[in-house]
């Protein structure tokens, strides 16, 4: 059964930095891209980030280039989503996502909320 | 990058059908037929429920089908049913190499 569990959201003071977490089980995770995406409350989905399945592609949205990172480890099934220089309209469930064929997200996770805020 | 264009609500009765446009550009939905849709229920995350604008996925209710014309993909939910009140989202590839979501739309089951 394919799975992907989010972790690492949390509070955070604007301007701090967190890391989140995507752990992925259930498919042969080292070829598949993987996306971040994300919900703020009420409102509807924002695509974030991709990684591919080797690391050589990478793509931000411009509304976090600079401030996030996205990274990946093959040997431990994971995904990472290093978040710096938070703002409060970076509050949102973030979600990670199998990317099937560059625009077709066939499996997500749960989310993980992550709120900016002092 | 610009959100995908959704009508904020649609709603029905049991057993009618229902149409969801999602009104792009010659840069993405014009472009390509990457478009895929997503059903979200309250709280929970999205599923896809088709892809490359009209397959369905394995285990995906026959009443949900797609199709594109020009810049707007559509979402057809046929014999509407009170599970499938929920919020739907497009989404399509476009040339700047990333994908653009709708701006959702929540349809209910009158």
């Known amino acids: 059964e394919v799975q992907l569990v989010e972790s690492g959201g949390g509070l955070v003071q604007p301007g701090g930095s967190l890391r989140l977490s995507c752990a992925a089980s259930g498919f042969l995770f080292s070829t598949y891209t993987i996306d971040w995406i994300r919900q703020a409350p009420g409102k509807g989905l924002e695509w974030v980030s991709s990684?591919?399945?080797?690391?050589?592609?990478?793509f931000y949205a411009e509304s976090v280039k600079g401030r996030f990172t996205i990274s990946r480890d093959n040997a431990k099934n994971s995904v990472y989503l290093q978040m710096n220089s938070l703002r409060g309209d970076d509050t949102a469930v973030y979600y990670c996502a199998r990317d099937w064929t560059g625009t077709t997200f066939d499996y997500w996770g749960q989310g993980t909320l992550v709120t900016v805020s002092s | 990058q610009s959100a995908l264009t959704q009508p904020a609500s649609v709603s029905g009765s049991p057993g009618q059908s229902i149409t969801i446009s999602c009104t792009g550009t010659?840069?993405?939905?014009?472009?390509?037929?990457?478009v895929s849709w997503y059903q979200q229920h309250p709280g929970k995350a999205p599923k896809l429920v088709i892809y490359d604008v009209s397959v369905r996925p394995s285990g995906v209710s026959d009443r949900f089908s797609g199709s594109k014309s020009g810049n707007t993909a559509s979402l057809i939910i046929s014999g509407l049913q009170p599970e499938d009140e929920s919020d739907y989202y497009c989404n399509s590839y476009s040339s700047s190499g990333t994908p653009h979501f709708g701006t959702g739309t929540k349809v209910t089951v009158l």
């Open positions: 010659s840069r993405d939905v014009g472009a390509y037929n990457y």
């Open positions: 990684i591919s399945s080797g690391s050589h592609d990478i």
